[in-house]
């Protein structure tokens, strides 16, 4: 997908809906302001149990919103900051392809590989938004998906120096042939040893590893555990 935002467009602050808020949001835009968060959230912020977000003013979306764009850019809130990179928009293309139909910067600019990044890795780890609750959580997801695009965009850079022709996914279908398990085995003593491992890559694999210069770590070493409860050791000598 592309994007660029284009210099003077403020169309995405003219958008019905709401800007939710961390804690560090009315943090960074109270200060901004020069004045202290309670203020802030008095004179700005409408408060539920779970949720903040800004007031919506009567006659506009947004009370920071002026001709010549946000008020308060410097310290604009986080959702605000990473849209258009929305999960619920770069995870589903449909979404994403609507909103560049007001959105100018949709379809401008480098290819940026956020999706596949997300959709990869994210997906794998089960933190998704729609489960996202807690603050906490959404900041880890953000979290998450940042370092995902990190990953991805040096994996590229690396495959452009090393292996031009193979795009990050279709390595990473390849490298998802290395699996890691736990084996364990049962000592004379009641107590079990065990033994992290990879599975090692076959000669194809370990090929475009030795291309990319990437180095598996050695395997783990084994450690000696009490039988879990329930356990019934099988050796016997
Ligand atoms: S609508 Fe798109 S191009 Fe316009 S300001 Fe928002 S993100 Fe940038
Ligand atoms: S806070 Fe700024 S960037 Fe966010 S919607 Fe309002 S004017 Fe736009």
């Known amino acids: 997908m592309r994007f660029k935002c284009q210099a003077g467009c403020v169309t995405c ?25 309670a203020d802030f959230e008095r004179k700005f912020v409408y408060r539920t149990t779970n ?18 764009g946000c008020s308060i850019h410097p310290a604009k809130p986080t959702q605000c900051r990473i849209f258009p990179f ?21 379809g401008k600019g480098e290819l940026v590989q956020i999706e596949a990044a997300f959709k990869c890795l994210k997906s794998e780890l089960g933190i998704r938004p729609i489960y996202h609750q807690l603050e906490h959580r959404v900041e880890a997801h953000i ?10 965009v040096t994996l590229k850079h690396r495959l452009q120096a090393h292996a031009p ?13 290395i699996q890691t398990l736990d084996v364990w085995l049962p000592t004379t003593d009641g107590r079990y040893l065990v033994m992290p491992r ?30 879990p409860a329930g356990a019934t050791p099988q050796l016997k000598m």
């Open 13 to 37: 602050c003219q958008q019905k809906g709401f800007v939710y808020l961390t804690e560090e949001d009315i943090v960074r835009a109270a200060a901004f302001l020069g004045m202290s968060a």
């Open 51 to 68: 949720l903040r977000r800004l007031r919506t003013p009567r006659d506009a979306q947004c009370g920071f919103l002026r001709p010549d």
């Open 198 to 227: 990879y599975t090692e890559p076959e000669a194809e694999l370990a090929l475009l590893l030795h291309q990319l210069k990437i180095t598996l770590p050695k395997q783990p070493q084994p450690r000696l555990v009490a039988a």
């Open 143 to 152: 979290l998450v998906a940042f370092l995902a695009y990190c990953l991805t």
């Open 165 to 177: 022709g193979l795009t990050p996914r279709a390595v990473l279908e390849k490298l998802a042939a």
């Open 86 to 106: 929305w999960p619920e928009l770069v995870e589903d293309r449909k979404e994403w392809e609507k909103t560049g139909e007001w959105c100018p910067g949709i």
